[in-house]
């Protein structure tokens, strides 16, 4: 868990934003463009004698293999968090998919977790497990786990993760500019 700041009697920002950041999942990008070029350099060089099926299956293998490890880690190398008066919005990658935009009339609270963990749910990414919810786990640390009305839980890795949960709890808290009225 990191050390952070903080003041309580200060305002909150109108737009609360945070991220997280994996930079293994770099060198799992780095494997998947091995394998693409791989591929190509199978299409381009070949001296296969075997014939053009086998050829073309380890081509195409090579390169589907290659994109779907390039594209599926650089989806979670980071995740952004975005807080303001309405939603929370959560974008994961370079591209900003996949996204998730939940209103806070549908939280019911918002809890910080300091140990989250990949291996809890199952590895990087985002995911679903019954017994524990969703979540958008890109590396290990400190998460915000949101209690939604519909019995649901929804956790992400984010940095300064306490910091969140006092946002979110302020603007639950009827009464308070931008909170539940």
Known sequence: MRDHP????????????????NRAQWLLALGGAAFMALGVELAVDSAWTSGIAPLVMSVVGCIAA??????????????DLKLDKESLEVRCGHIGVPRRRIPLDTVAGAEFAPHVT???????????????GTAVVV???????????????????????EAAV????????PGTPGGAH
């Open 66 to 79: 290659g994109l779907l490890v390039l594209f599926g880690t650089l989806a979670f190398v980071h995740v």
């Open 139 to 161: 590396r290990r640390g400190e998460g915000v786990v949101l209690q939604l009305w519909d019995g649901h839980t929804f956790t992400i890795t984010v940095d300064n993760a």
């Open 118 to 132: 990949p291996r809890q749910w199952g590895g990087w990414g985002y995911r679903w497990r019954p017994e524990k």
């Open 6 to 21: 903080h003041d309580e009697s200060l305002p909150h920002p109108d737009v609360w934003t945070g991220r997280a950041t």
């Open 166 to 173: 006092r946002v979110i709890r302020d603007r639950l808290r």
